[in-house]
């Protein structure tokens, strides 16, 4: 039993890896987009709600805290706790897909949403300091043209929320498999499943929630608080 133990801590440590390696792949496209357009980067997230994003970000922390109540509960035979605590934990995943959808309906109805439909019309004066002083000398001096085949700002400001959406999607997505194996958790809990001897299923989904939890910690101030100030 403790050989499958930690083989399967194992398992998941090297399946967690992998997911590094995709969220990577995907944090190393937004740096090197943002180093390019840092200008419309920050005009993008200004169009993010901040409150919104720090409340998910508290509900994820509450979350990670309720699933290692879980995992103490299952070592220590408490089932009733044990099934509070994996509810408890649903609950605020839950809640958090919730205020995704929130999010996601605002972006939709401000034409926000990358494609044909995308339009970006600043609510925060659409200028940068930097923009600014440079849009006079831009129209009266060609030299100060964009060269050929450079975005325009309504395009890269798109391209902040290609990566908005394909961050926090696939991140929604790992939240959505959580939920379906908390659940699992929670009907084999209730059938008296697990034991302070066994409960390898309550450890390793904890292992995942965690990872899932500490990825939307990079996401959040990436997204939501990284040029605000401009």
């Known amino acids: 039993m403790e050989q499958q133990r930690e ?9 967690l890896v992998t997911e590094i390696m995709f969220f990577g792949g995907m944090f190393l496209a937004y740096a090197l987009f943002r180093s390019k357009y840092p200008d419309q980067f920050a005009m993008g997230s200004h169009e993010l709600d901040i409150v919104l994003g720090g409340v998910n970000t508290a509900v994820l922390i509450g979350s990670s805290l309720t699933m290692a109540l879980a995992v ?3 070592q220590v035979g408490r089932k009733k706790a044990l099934m509070g605590f ?19 309906k605002a972006k939709f109805d401000h034409h926000l949403f990358p494609g044909t439909s995308f339009h ?3 609510h925060h004066g659409g200028e940068t300091a930097s923009t600014a002083a440079a849009a006079p000398a831009a129209a009266s001096d060609p030299r100060m043209q964009l060269p050929a085949g450079e975005l325009d700002e309504n395009r890269s400001v798109q391209l902040f929320f290609v990566i908005y959406f394909a961050l926090t999607g696939v991140h929604a997505l790992h939240m959505i498999i959580g939920l379906v194996a908390l659940g699992l958790l929670l009907y084999w809990s209730a059938r008296d499943q697990y034991s302070p001897e066994w409960h ?3 450890e390793l989904t904890g292992l995942y ?8 910690i990079f996401i959040f101030p990436l997204l939501y608080l990284i040029g605000r100030h401009v």
Do not use: C, R, S
């Open 7 to 15: 083989a399967g801590t194992l398992g998941m440590w090297l399946f």
């Open 72 to 74: 103490w509960a299952a």
């Open 86 to 104: 994996l509810a408890l934990t649903m609950i605020l995943g839950t809640a958090f897909l919730g205020i995704k959808v929130v999010e996601y």
């Open 120 to 122: 970006y019309e600043p």
């Open 200 to 202: 390898p299923h309550i």
């Open 209 to 216: 929630w965690h990872f899932v939890d500490i990825a939307w």
